[in-house]
């Protein structure tokens, strides 16, 4: 399964918009890019997917280029409650594999 | 219900003891998932169900650990002789279908503390 690299950690200001970028190089052909997110002492929720070029939802955008080689988060203008740990993952066939994250941290 | 239940939020158990950790996943979801999530770190995959079929059990870190699901719906994840390093998050997932592209849903997972 492909692994992902991604940020330890971000910080950010309340209304900024933050992008978080994944790295994953030995992406196969026909695997998702998820995004998940974790607040402390609940399961992992989430975000949105996609395979290529550009998807949104209400919550956020997922930017993929041509390569797929990488993968941008993007939520626009964050809360305080956004703060999270935020997981990508490139969806193999059956059992989803997260890697460390990256924790987000949205201050006033 | 409405989400992934999983039962007892907290467990404390003395080294040694059995215990079991139970998941109801959402109703008519065929996939259930059972991940171990240890303090600062991501979610750890355990084993996998695809109705009462366990296809996939690489990730069980022993043999003391041990899950089911004998009708396709409640599954049962069991740690007998429970060591300190079992201490962790126990999570458990469905979804509708395992197949790529489709949304997993988490439960809130167990707290086991050994001690």
């Known amino acids: 399964l492909a692994k992902t690299t991604q940020p330890i950690s971000m910080d950010s200001y309340e209304g900024q918009e933050v992008n978080i970028t994944c790295s994953h190089n030995n992406i196969a052909t026909n695997d998702y890019i998820t995004w998940y997110q974790q607040f402390p002492s609940q399961g992992p929720r989430f975000i949105i997917q996609?395979?290529?070029t550009k998807v949104t939802n209400e919550v956020a955008s997922l930017f993929i280029p041509a390569d797929r080689k990488s993968s941008t988060l993007s939520l626009p203008r964050v809360s305080l409650s956004d703060t999270a740990v935020y997981y990508c993952l490139v969806e193999g066939f059956q059992k989803l594999v997260f890697g460390t994250g990256t924790r987000l941290l949205v201050s006033p | 219900g409405a989400g992934v239940s999983q039962s007892p939020r907290y467990k404390v158990a003395k080294r040694g003891q059995d215990v079991a950790l139970r998941c109801d996943p959402i109703?008519?979801?065929?996939?259930l998932f059972w991940y171990q999530q240890a303090l600062g770190q991501g979610p750890e995959f355990l084993t996998y169900?695809?109705?009462?079929?366990?296809?996939?059990k690489s990730g069980l870190p022993s043999d003391r650990f041990f899950a089911e699901r004998p009708e396709g719906s409640v599954s049962t994840l069991k740690i007998q002789r429970t060591q300190q390093e079992d201490s962790a998050v126990y999570l458990c997932a469905s979804s509708l279908i395992r197949t790529k592209g489709t949304e997993a849903f988490f439960g809130q997972g167990t707290r086991l503390t050994v001690v």
């Open positions: 169900f695809q109705n009462e079929a366990q296809l996939d």
């Open positions: 109703s008519g979801h065929v996939s």
């Open positions: 996609g395979y290529k």
